[in-house]
């Protein structure tokens, strides 16, 4: 199988959501962690309930982790068009700055931590990326 080249020009939009990442335990029913608004994810492991959602959406969390923004990768992306989330994520991690990845169907969702919002955005522009939805930086 012939795996395609990455794009020249990715372009990610930033969305207007001010997220958190809650962490349950795994046997805790669906029914108790809400009814999240805007962009969310849940993902339950063996080990774990992660739930991806707006900052105090879920109460009952065992621990909580807030303070991340999203930028959504215009998509859709073909499923094989590979290095799409690497190359994302080597341009914030190169700076030392967290990053947290969600996969959709259609796209890759990049959440990053909102006080480097700034250092993590001029990273990604740095290496070529178009960002709509965030002012320019100086």
Sequence with gaps: MTM?????AVSLTLLPDHLSIYRFDPVTPLSEIGQPSGVWSITRTQRELSVVAEENSCLAADDVDPGWRCLYVDG???????GVV???TAAVAQQGLPVFVLSTFDSDLLLLRGKYLDQSLRALR???YLISGAAPLL
């Design 86 to 88: 690497a190359g994302l």
């Design 4 to 8: 395609n080249a990455i794009p020249p």
């Design 126 to 128: 740095d290496k070529g």
């Design 76 to 82: 859709p992306i073909p499923f094989d068009l590979a």
